[in-house]
């Protein structure tokens, strides 16, 4: 089955940058459309971004301009570089795989980010 | 931006009871619905998707339906597994959640 491992969350103080990783096992992040999604405490999901396997890329007005996603096919592995962080990016940050660009069909366990002085 | 507005926010009810949570969106969307659920400290789980179509895997007592605007998410006989939050999402036009819909055994 296939399997998403996120990792490179913490505590970081607004203004602050964090990297995100996802690392793919039993599917090849670069033959699949792949999504970051987000979850403040106690509240519901909010999609992030997402690349295409041409490439493309899209982000939420939310985050864009301070969000970059890529991916690394060597090592199979999905990125999230934050940047200009705020608290309100306080949130546990998924990756997953979106076939066809539609819906989230594999989930990580998650990586918690928590944006405060 | 596509809403989703889902309701109702908090159902309790008995175990082997049917359940039906609601999804309207904003603008038609077609049938690019998916439900999701999502237990405490758990990644969600997609359920269904295409509005109707059971992920595999999923227990056939969930059932989805709708298109257009409006979409319902039916459990036919609740079980006490089946507590857990439930989501709606549309596919459209970007990627928009509904807020959530808790389940609770009453």
């Known amino acids: 089955e296939v399997q998403l491992v996120e990792s490179g969350g913490g505590l970081i103080q607004p203004g602050g940058s964090v990297r995100l990783s996802c690392v793919a096992s039993?599917?090849?992040?670069?033959?699949?459309?792949m999504s970051w999604v987000r979850q403040a405490p106690g509240k519901g999901l909010e999609w992030v971004s997402i690349?295409?396997?041409?490439?493309?890329?899209h982000y939420a007005d939310s985050v864009r301009g301070r969000f970059t996603i890529s991916r690394d096919n060597s090592k199979n592995t999905l990125y999230l570089q934050m940047n200009s962080l705020r608290a309100e990016d306080t949130a546990m940050y998924y990756c997953?795989?979106?076939?066809?660009?539609?819906?989230?069909?594999?989930w990580g366990q998650g990586a918690l980010v928590s944006v405060s002085s | 931006d596509i809403q989703m507005t889902q309701s109702p926010s908090t159902l309790a009810a008995s175990v082997g009871d049917g359940v039906t949570i609601t999804c309207r969106a904003s603008?038609?969307?077609?049938?690019?619905v998916a439900w999701y659920q999502q237990k405490p400290g758990k990644a969600p789980k997609l359920l269904i998707y295409?509005?109707?179509t059971l992920e595999s895997g999923v227990p056939s007592r969930f059932s989805g339906s709708g298109s257009g605007t409006e979409f319902t998410l039916t459990i036919s006989s609740l079980q006490p597994d089946d507590i857990a939050t439930y989501y709606c999402?549309?596919?459209?036009?970007?990627?928009?959640f509904g807020q959530g819909t808790k389940v609770e055994i009453k």
């Open positions: 039993r599917f090849t992040v670069g033959n699949d459309y």
């Open positions: 997953a795989t979106t076939p066809g660009a539609h819906y989230f069909r594999y």
């Open positions: 603008q038609s969307i077609s049938n690019y």
């Open positions: 999402q549309q596919y459209t036009i970007f990627w928009t």
């Open positions: 295409r509005a109707s």
């Open positions: 690349i295409y396997v041409d490439g493309t890329i």
